[in-house]
């Protein structure tokens, strides 16, 4: 299994940026996939996920109606669209399958 994480960077807070997730090594079509998320002193938390058709997908109340998960099954690849940044965003993000892989993670810093 392999996971590769892209899309972080630096963002002014209001901002938006768009995470992607590259997987392989399993049948990512039938799997459910979540994003993770890892503030500097703090546990990992969990922020979304999504089915495996990408019929349903839950937030965590801390960035729902801000993100939205989405997954091309096609192109084996899940997405964090992140919008109206808060510096409390700011964290390394991480994609997983079965809460037992993980990614190397995407760094996101949302300050001015």
């Known amino acids: 299994v392999q996971l590769v994480e892209s899309g972080g960077g630096l963002v002014q807070p209001g901002g938006s940026l768009r995470l992607s997730c590259a997987a392989s090594?399993?049948?990512?079509?039938?799997?459910?996939m979540r994003w993770y998320r890892q503030a500097p002193g703090k546990e990992r938390e969990w922020v979304a996920r999504?089915?495996?058709?990408?019929?349903?997908?839950t937030y965590a109340d801390s960035v729902k109606g801000r993100f939205t998960i989405s997954r091309d099954n096609a192109k084996n690849t899940v997405y964090l669209q992140m919008n109206s940044l808060k510096p409390e965003d700011t964290a390394v993000y991480y994609c997983?399958?079965?809460?037992?892989?993980w990614g190397q993670g995407t760094q996101v810093t949302v300050s001015s």
């Open positions: 997983s399958v079965w809460e037992a892989y």
């Open positions: 090594g399993f049948t990512f079509s039938t799997n459910v």
């Open positions: 999504i089915t495996s058709g990408g019929d349903s997908t």
